[in-house]
């Protein structure tokens, strides 16, 4: 029995779940739903809700657990002599797991019995016949432990997956028979459904807290393992970025940081003043027919995939300004030697962060009162006077909190910067050359199948929390200002 098996089995259950107690509960009054404590659907939502959340956190849990269980198992089960040789456990646990799946298709496609693969397990042979049989790729001669160990993981998966599927299924079923026996004429089901999406919905809101102190605890630990190993003072005062694997590294975060916060004033200049005009004139002077329309074509642009602002980047926008300044280009010389630059980055980030600050401005320009816009025009003020002298300095927290969040994401810009901004960590001054950004070296350091024991990749996790601080506090100072700007005015 497969998992999207039993998913159907669930779903199932807890369909017939939903309409049986919905008519055991009408049948129990004869048909008068008015005498039932409460509507017919409460009760069938009951059964649905039985049958279907139980089985499905069971699933997860049991899912989980096995998977650590096995794990550790098998893990175990590799010589330390072996691993000593290869030096490195995660590759060997990989060809474990890739065996695995292998002897996974070879008795799938019926190849071999399970009972003919457990007496093989000194005839190497034999499996790997069955293997290459199966299209099942080996990169070169399989050592006896390593097969002994993927026949016992697969053994271990293969059980335990069946003992899940049967027991979640069981749990479904229950819940189904608990709902069913509840649903009577005096049974409180709304109560009952109200306790639990309640839970449902409490739950969802601690995972999502627990997921974020998560993520920070995850970070916070590979940072300070990453301190451990390479001085913090370099870290933050260094003037040189320079990994090397194989000697003594320069790892500064400050030329990557002048070239996240260049490129973002770049992003800025493109993006505030022309998505405040946008704003202004959508809710100052536009018409409504010409609103519905000039608004939602412009946050079509907030839609668009950063990495289609990427590739924009780098086919169409980069190679349009080595045109001008490339070499022969304005006045015969070469300002600009590669596609990738600052003002390529920050331009093109500038017209994704255009709608952004625009629906943002808009938003806090049309939430002044207009008591404020009546008082100008009374006192003989133009429309232009009173948009300058009344409502910009009334909205003037709400802007700028709408400015510190496009900063923040800015600096976070992942996709752009990869693309179109270069690898070069420097200081400098020229928007034509290429500089790099900090989300760009948490990419290129954290590229390729690498072993989080040495500085020059825990440096990732170094340069990440120092960027999710640094938002952090743009975010909050954000909110802080947004929220003193409402409070003036609700």
Same mark, same amino acid.
């Given at each position: ?7 159907? $089995?669930?779903?199932?259950? %807890?369909?017939?779940?939903?309409? #049986? ?47 650590l ?23 060997? *646990? ?15 496609? @019926? ?19 069955? +293997? ?9 001669d399989i050592?006896?432990?390593? *097969?002994s160990? $993927? ?15 049967? =027991? ?5 079923? &229950?819940?189904?028979?608990?709902a ?12 009952q ?8 919905l ?16 995850? *970070? =916070? ?7 451990s *190993? ?18 003594? %590294?320069?790892?500064?975060?400050l ?10 004033? !770049?992003?800025?200049? =493109? ?22 329309? #000039?608004?939602?074509l ?13 590739l ?13 300044? @490339? ?11 590669? %596609? ?26 049309? $939430? ?6 009546? @008082?100008s025009?009374? +006192? ?6 009173? &948009? ?5 300095? $009334? #909205? +003037? ?14 600096i976070?810009?992942?996709? /752009? ?6 690898? !070069? #960590? ?11 950004? &900090?989300?760009?070296? /948490? ?8 072993e ?16 999710? =601080?640094?938002?952090?506090? +743009?975010n ?15």
């Open positions: 029995m497969t998992l999207v098996t039993v998913l159907y $089995a669930i779903c199932i259950i %807890s369909a017939v779940a939903f309409f #049986a107690s919905r008519a055991r509960a009408l049948s129990s009054v004869s048909g008068d739903q008015r005498k039932l404590h409460s509507l017919p659907q409460y009760y069938g939502t009951n059964g649905l809700l039985l049958s279907l959340i139980p089985a499905l956190i069971l699933l997860l849990i049991w899912t989980y657990l096995q998977s269980f096995i794990e550790n198992h098998v893990a175990e089960l590799i010589p330390s002599a072996l691993i000593t040789e290869n030096a490195n456990i995660n590759l060997l *646990m990989s060809e474990v797991e890739r065996l695995s799946d292998g002897l996974k298709m070879v008795v799938s496609t @019926g190849l071999m019995s399970l009972d003919a693969l457990l007496a093989t397990t000194n005839d190497l042979t034999v499996i790997e016949a069955a +293997l290459k049989q199966a299209d099942v790729f080996l990169s070169g050592r006896p432990e390593i *097969m160990a $993927a026949q016992t993981r697969y053994v271990l998966e293969t059980d335990g997956n069946q003992y899940r599927n049967w =027991v979640v299924i069981v749990v479904s079923i &229950i819940g189904f028979a608990t069913f026996l509840q649903a009577k004429q005096d049974f409180r089901a709304r109560n459904v109200e306790r639990i999406v309640l839970l449902i409490a739950s969802a809101a601690t995972l999502a807290i627990f997921t974020s102190v998560g993520i920070v605890l995850s *970070m =916070v630990f590979e940072a300070s393992r990453f301190f *190993m390479h001085e913090w003072t370099d870290f933050f005062f260094g003037l040189v970025w320079a990994p090397s694997f194989s000697h003594g %590294s320069q790892l500064s975060i030329p990557l940081l002048w070239g996240t916060l260049y490129i973002s004033f !770049v992003a800025l200049l =493109v993006s505030v003043p022309i998505g405040l005009y946008a704003a202004i004139y959508l809710s100052e002077y536009a018409s409504k027919p010409v609103r519905s329309v #000039a608004k939602p412009l946050e079509i642009l907030a839609g668009i995939p950063t990495i289609v602002y990427g924009f980047a780098l086919t169409t926008f980069g190679p349009f300004l080595r045109m001008f300044f @490339g070499d022969g280009g304005f006045l015969g010389v070469e300002w600009m030697s590669d %596609s990738r630059s600052v003002i390529t980055a920050g331009v093109v980030m500038g017209m994704m962060l255009i709608p952004f600050v625009s629906s943002l401005s808009d938003d806090i320009i049309n $939430a002044v009162p207009q008591s404020l816009r009546d @008082g025009y009374g +006192l003989g003020a133009t429309q232009s006077e009173t &948009i300058r002298s009344v409502i910009l300095p $009334a #909205a +003037l927290p709400g802007i700028i909190g709408a400015i510190l969040l496009a900063t923040s994401r800015a976070g810009e992942t996709m /752009i910067v990869v693309m179109g901004a270069g690898a !070069v #960590a420097k200081f400098a001054g020229n928007p034509l050359e290429a500089l790099t950004t &900090i989300t760009t070296r /948490i990419v290129s350091q954290l590229t390729g199948d690498l989080f024991d040495s500085p020059e990749t825990l440096v990732a996790f170094a340069l990440g929390l120092t960027l999710f =601080v640094l938002t952090l506090c +743009l909050v100072l954000a909110l802080y200002i947004v929220r003193k700007y409402r409070e003036q005015y609700e």
